[in-house]
């Protein structure tokens, strides 16, 4: 049994489902932001992506039962047989003797144990997560209860759990009843760095951004741009990621910008002059947890319209650096919302100056990288183990 010393080079097996790259949406960014900030205080030994091997008998037979049948089936992304078979993978795949294991995301990972300190960053637990998305009665409640079990027994050995919201680790702590006091709620920044000012030029630009189009809330978007295009000429809506869905082909002032990549230069430049330029973001999303395009947004001084749930009032603060509507939104208080902000421009005005502000204080990977690596260092300098 050794004692680890802080002067040491410390290594961390980073494990994820994902490749290292920025682009591909949020999770994607987060991951590749993760990695790139332990980078700086680790030696870094990337195991991703680690897929779950689902069995295809076991996925058709919960199928049948759920889309046929009309019984409950089994979750079997999480199947004791898949656990177990990403345990196996994940030993051959681990580097010999790491002083720690960094997992992103917990669910899929809840039956590997490793011989020394392991640490969780995730946006929500899988209870949460599930409750989102899914039905339940599409399931069968023993199988659930028997991921989230594993789950929670997960975290509660792990050494640190990093949460991306407070409202994400508050949901997880009250539906497994954890007791550890080992959860951080850290944050999450954006993939594109603030600009040095804002820079936005007075137009009435619009913004969403989501690779989901109606999920996002992009169909109440359409119908409140709809109605007030007449009453403000100079508005216009332009739509990156996914492909807008309705009848907007033929309404002036709406532009699809299609997928653009930040890790590409040229795309990356062509959304910071949009947001650069843009009046507001517009985020009545039906699902989400902390949206990245909150934050990216806000670096660019441009306040959002958003909805009152998820971790979304923690990246805006309501009346301050933007608006939040009740959830689920309609398109009466998204259009109420936005009239506001387009009739009152000294309460504007000051909305952009916060929403800058906050952002770039509270939503900076540096800041999260470091009380990330310094949590990290702590418990590993305080193990006594083989390594």
Known sequence: MVSITINQPLNLAYISQLKRQSAGGGSYAVNWHAIDQLSRAFEMNYMGPVAPEVSL?????????????????????????????????LDRL???????????????????????PYFVYLDVVFHTFFHNTFRKEEFITDDLERIWKKEAAF??????????????????IESYQLKGNHYHALGRGGVIAPPDEDRWDGSLRLVT??????????????????????????????????APEGDWNGIEGIYYEGVLRPDEAMERAKIERLLAGAFLLLHPTREDTSPLVLTEAAYFGCPSISVRHFGIPEL??????????????????????????????PL???????????AVRESSWDSIGRRMSEIIHRHLSEWSGPV
């Open 155 to 172: 975290l509660e050995r792990a050494s640190a759990v990093f949460f991306e919201s407070r409202w994400g680790m508050e949901k997880g």
């Open 57 to 89: 008998c076991e996925d058709w037979n919960s199928k049948v039962r759920r889309k046929f049948l009309r019984i409950p089936g089994k979750f079997t992304f999480f199947s004791e047989s898949v656990l177990r078979r990403t345990a196996r993978k």
């Open 348 to 358: 504007y005005l000051r909305m952009r100056e916060e929403a800058r502000h906050h």
């Open 316 to 345: 805006v603060l309501d009346g301050e650096t933007g608006l939040l509507i009740d959830f689920p939104a309609t398109a009466d208080q998204l259009e109420q919302a936005l009239v506001q902000l387009l009739e009152d421009r």
């Open 94 to 116: 681990m580097p010999s003797k790491p002083h720690g294991v960094f997992y992103r995301s917990a669910a899929p990972w809840c039956h590997h144990h490793p011989a020394c």
């Open 209 to 242: 951004m989501a690779m989901k189009f109606r999920q996002k809330g992009g169909d109440l978007v359409l119908e409140v741009f709809r109605r007030l295009k007449p009453r403000y000429p100079g508005l216009s809506w332009h739509i990156i990621g996914g």
